[in-house]
């Protein structure tokens, strides 16, 4: 059986919107879960860093809204988390349920991470290069938790279905500058801000387009059903950049594809730093 | 030169984003600018003096290998320090 830690978090105002919980509040309870778990079944962040020279980078996350919750809903969350490796020791996946007070087969809110490791150089930057996990702290995982199939990201091929089959509501650009309460401890993006930067553009295309495209009203009405993410390459403090969205309405949904770009005095990056897609549904 | 320095690199030039550096080539401009600014020494260079494998290094724009850093480079040219990834 799978190692898991379960708890509850109190709630604040903050980690909702009108509708259910905000995305990025899901992101960061999910990274202190992940935290949380590796220090009680593994090893903790810190002696991971400090004692192994090992940091992580998340690479691939999907969010799977579950039922609705609200702040007046319960006092606590309910989180359980999961973690496992992959690929040889080249990839840590971690899944998480947000719940509120579930009825009887109630959908939590799903959050699957994964995270890539990296051998840091021992310098101050914490700068590193991807590695595998080694072998003192892959021992630490059981066997069940070890799965030599490295996770695929399923962005790709949602972004190349959408982009072929959905229908272009309208476009926008958003540009951003990366300040140093949106980083972590190395002055790099902390991840949970693709999803704030990628929320932040959607709603200014729905404040822009609105009024004359009605379906784009649906991403005020409702919560995000699902959110996809893949990082490439991080923002670092002070960095430029924009979020170049495109809204479509595709297979009965709306969609939103988020591409991420480092901006600067050559123009645009031409591979975004990340992507995110994020879907709405009726209920 | 001017070394234009950014990110997470910041905080070890005291947010300096573009310096004036006096030395004939890209390597000379590093260990000048290490002196200058003493915390970005052990973020540049590993203890054996090396430049790390983790920092990026281009001239102009061109990435240089660590057996390009002879490079000579004039009052023109620019160098830029690129932190490619931090772990956390």
């Known amino acids: 059986m799978h190692r898991f830690c379960a708890y509850e978090v109190p709630v604040d105002t903050g980690f909702f919107t009108p509708h259910h919980l905000q995305p990025?509040?899901?992101?960061?309870?999910?990274?202190n879960g992940a935290g949380r778990w590796l220090s009680r079944h593994v090893i903790s962040h810190r002696r991971?860093?400090?004692?192994?020279?090992?940091?992580?980078?998340?690479?691939?996350?999907?969010?799977?809204?579950?039922?609705?919750?609200?702040?007046?809903?319960?006092?606590?969350?309910?989180?359980?988390?999961?973690?496992?490796?992959?690929?040889?020791?080249?990839?840590?996946?971690?899944?998480?349920d947000v719940s509120g007070p579930l009825r009887p087969a109630g959908r939590p809110t799903r959050l699957r991470a994964v995270c890539v490791p990296l051998l840091l150089d021992g310098g101050p930057a914490l700068s590193g290069a991807p590695a595998r996990l080694g072998p003192e702290v892959l021992s630490a995982f059981l066997a069940e938790e070890i799965e030599e199939r490295p996770h695929r990201s399923p962005l790709p091929a949602l972004r190349a279905a959408i982009a072929a089959r959905g229908a272009v509501?309208?476009?926008?650009?958003a540009p951003f500058v990366i300040h140093r309460h949106q980083c972590e401890v190395a002055d790099q993006w902390f991840w949970p801000e693709a999803v704030s930067l990628?929320?932040?553009?959607?709603?200014?295309?729905?404040?822009?387009?609105?009024?004359?495209?009605?379906?784009?009203?649906?991403?005020?009405?409702?919560?995000?059903?699902r959110l996809d993410l893949l990082f490439n390459r991080p923002f670092f403090l002070f960095d430029e950049g924009a979020v170049l969205s495109t809204a479509y309405e595709w297979e009965g949904r709306l969609a939103f594809v988020h591409e991420l770009v480092g901006t600067g005095a050559a123009g645009d990056e031409p591979r975004p730093r990340a992507l995110?897609?994020?879907?709405?549904?009726?209920? | 030169m001017i070394v234009r320095v950014s990110g997470a690199l910041l905080r070890?030039?005291?947010?300096?984003?573009?310096?004036?550096?006096?030395?004939?080539?890209?390597?000379?401009?590093?260990?000048?600018?290490?002196?200058?600014?003493?915390?970005?020494?052990?973020?540049?260079?590993?203890?054996?003096?090396?430049?790390?494998?983790?920092?990026?290094i281009f001239l102009n724009g061109e990435p240089l290998e660590p057996d390009q850093l002879a490079s000579s480079a004039g009052d023109a040219d620019c160098v830029e320090l690129l932190l490619a990834i931090s772990g956390g």
Request: glycine share 10%.
């Open chain 1, 24 to 31: 990025a509040a899901i992101c960061r309870l999910a990274f």
């Open chain 1, 48 to 96: 991971l860093v400090v004692e192994h020279r090992t940091g992580f980078v998340y690479w691939s996350v999907q969010v799977v809204t579950g039922d609705r919750v609200g702040f007046f809903d319960a006092d606590r969350l309910g989180v359980t988390v999961t973690g496992r490796v992959r690929g040889g020791g080249t990839q840590v996946e971690c899944d998480v």
């Open chain 1, 169 to 173: 509501l309208a476009r926008g650009r």
């Open chain 1, 198 to 225: 990628a929320g932040g553009a959607r709603e200014e295309l729905v404040r822009a387009h609105a009024e004359r495209v009605a379906p784009l009203r649906l991403a005020m009405q409702a919560p995000v059903g």
């Open chain 1, 276 to 283: 995110a897609v994020e879907q709405f549904t009726c209920d």
């Open chain 2, 12 to 56: 070890f030039t005291d947010y300096q984003r573009a310096i004036n550096v006096d030395a004939p080539t890209v390597e000379a401009a590093l260990a000048s600018l290490a002196s200058e600014y003493q915390p970005l020494r052990k973020v540049l260079f590993d203890r054996n003096g090396r430049v790390r494998a983790t920092q990026r």
